[in-house]
């Protein structure tokens, strides 16, 4: 199994700063024949469903914020956050879907400082 | 505008079957994407349970494949979750979704409001 591990577990930041959540997997999530990397970025609110942020490492959902950027190739990912909001507060997943089981990463749980 | 809701028994006694349904609206479930389940105990991190495509292919995590089947009933579009032999280390908020065809289940983007199953005697 593909085994996602996001850094940090906890992260407060500023209102109007950047934050930073980064996702690393245990094997490659770039798929050679389309050369796209096979991950996924949710964000979960307390007592709400997770809501799709980021596909295939950096297109952004409808309807998402521009702050809402993702990065990253391989097996190194990044979520960036520019200009944070109250609203951003929530708990931020990665997830692979390169292979089965679709494994999600532990969760960044973001504030505000 | 695709809409998902689970329903189900809310508390289930261990060694029991747990049996869960997703009403999908708004779309044919036999149309295309693909369909999954995925689970949270309080306080935890997301598992991911399994996912029917609409070719009829079913993918399940390994560490749940012995005890768990995803079905479709196509005539009434509801999704099915069977898990057998739950314990209480299977008491969590079970979510359904739609997940994009990618050739291989992908990304949810879709989700129901979950609901909260407890296993205990």
């Known amino acids: 199994d593909i085994v996602m591990t996001q850094s940090p577990d906890s992260l407060a930041a500023s209102l109007g700063e950047r934050a930073t959540i980064n996702c690393k997997s245990s094997q490659s999530l770039l798929y050679g024949s389309n050369r796209r990397n096979y991950i996924a970025w949710y964000q979960q609110k307390p007592r709400q469903p997770p809501r799709l942020l980021i596909y295939?490492?950096?297109t952004r959902e409808s309807g998402v914020p521009e702050r809402f950027s993702g990065s990253g190739s391989g097996t190194d990912f990044t979520l960036t956050i520019t200009s944070l909001q109250a609203e951003d507060v929530a708990t931020y997943y990665c997830q692979q879907y390169l292979d089965t089981p679709n494994n999600f990463g532990q969760g960044t749980k973001l504030e505000i400082k | 505008q695709v809409q998902l809701k689970e329903s189900g028994p809310g508390l289930v006694k261990p060694s029991e079957t747990l049996s869960l349904t997703c009403n999908v609206s708004g779309y044919s479930i036999n149309n295309g994407y693909c369909w999954g389940w995925v689970r949270q105990p309080p306080g935890r991190g997301l598992e991911y349970i399994g996912s029917?495509?609409?070719?009829?292919?079913?993918y399940y995590n390994s560490s749940l494949k012995s005890r768990v089947t995803i079905s479709v009933d196509s005539s009434k579009n509801l999704l099915s979750l069977s898990l057998r032999s739950v314990a209480a280390s299977d008491s969590a908020m079970y979510y359904c979704?739609?997940?994009?065809?990618?050739?291989?289940?992908?990304?949810?983007?879709?989700w129901g409001p979950g609901t909260l199953v407890t296993v205990s005697s």
């Open positions: 295939w490492a950096s």
């Open positions: 029917l495509y609409f070719t009829g292919n079913t």
């Open positions: 979704g739609r997940q994009q065809a990618v050739g291989v289940p992908g990304p949810f983007d879709q």
